[in-house]
């Protein structure tokens, strides 16, 4: 469960919803420590072109979000870290 407003997870969807990969949300706000102003972190695990990341994260930036979305590739994290957050991991449908 994501420790977030009901209005922002509906904008987060609205805009994941228009790409077809899959995104896991980890950190503060999957964990339930989050504050009101926290980063949602996000991660993917799929091959995603930069310019559908960039986006991505451009439509974050734009939207009506009071706090700032992480958005980081599987690939790119060091394995001790994937390892720390795996078990935080939260699917977002």
Not at 35 to 48: F, G, N, P, V, W
Not at 55 to 69: I, Q
Request: hydrophobic residues 35%; aromatic residues 12%.
């Amino acid at each position: 469960m994501l420790q977030l407003e009901t209005r922002h997870q509906k904008i987060i969807q609205q805009i994941l919803a228009k790409y077809p990969y899959h995104f896991y949300a980890y950190g503060s706000r999957t964990k339930g420590t989050a504050r009101k102003l926290s980063d949602l972190d996000l991660c993917y695990q799929e091959e995603i072109p930069d310019a559908v990341t960039f986006l991505l994260e451009e439509e974050f930036k734009e939207s009506d979000l009071p706090f700032n979305v992480e958005l980081v590739s599987w690939k790119n994290m060091k394995p001790s870290f994937r390892e720390l957050i795996k078990e935080d991991l939260t699917k977002l449908d």
